[in-house]
């Protein structure tokens, strides 16, 4: 039951993060930025992880790999490298 939950976040989430990319070229960096960090940042909190105030959510080009997106997820309390795999939970990093 819990891995049928995780996989229907993960699958919004991939679909958001697509309406985020395609916006991108209609929005200001800013709101797609923005955008981004509360994607990224509700899956983490599904996850248990505090993200207070989510401001930005950058892709991390280094880290990621072929269906494996990474992103820097920036919130007030925490900064935090976010792996999204297919059929898995996130990977959830804290980097300060």
Known sequence: MMRASLRTVFVSI??????????AAQMGSDATDRAAADIVATQIRSQGYACDEPSSAKPDQKASRPDETAWILTCKNATYRVKLVPDMAAQVEQLD
Not at 14 to 23: D, I, P, Q, R, S
């Open 14 to 23: 991939l679909c958001l993060t697509a309406m985020v990319e395609a916006a």
